[in-house]
């Protein structure tokens, strides 16, 4: 079992950077796939991206190529996104969710465990 912390969420000014951090507690951290979602005011709770165990493999949604970094330092139990050139459609809740028995997915229900969001917000 593992339990997940965000932390790192902010006012920001469109065009600038943000770094979310996902603090995981528990063993073997480098057996969970890690996931971001978000969820904006009044809309479903979606997809953002994913990094494997290793951290070899990443992926991401499509809005969000090339501007934000999925990464994770297993010695430190610690996943984060790098986002960078924000957009204000970038405003959610953030969330972190981990799994150890999906080896790769992008649906939320593919994931047992999540934290309770982080909220950035992007102003224009």
């Known amino acids: 079992q593992v339990q997940l912390v965000e932390s790192g969420g902010a006012l920001v000014q469109a065009g600038g950077s943000l770094r979310l951090s996902c603090a995981a507690s528990g063993r073997l951290f480098d057996r969970y796939l890690l996931g971001w979602f978000r969820q904006a005011p009044g809309k479903e709770r979606e997809f953002v991206a994913i990094?494997?165990?290793?951290?070899?493999?990443?992926a991401y949604k499509d809005s969000v190529k090339g501007r934000f970094t999925i990464s994770r330092d297993n010695a430190a139990n610690t996943a984060y996104l790098q986002m960078n050139r924000v957009k204000p459609e970038d405003t959610a809740v953030y969330y972190c969710?981990?799994?150890?028995?999906?080896?790769?997915?992008?649906?939320?229900?593919?994931?047992?465990?999540w934290g309770q969001g982080t909220q950035v917000t992007v102003s224009s």
């Open positions: 969710a981990a799994d150890s028995t999906t080896s790769w997915g992008i649906r939320e229900s593919d994931y047992h465990y």
């Open positions: 990094i494997n165990g290793s951290g070899g493999s990443t």
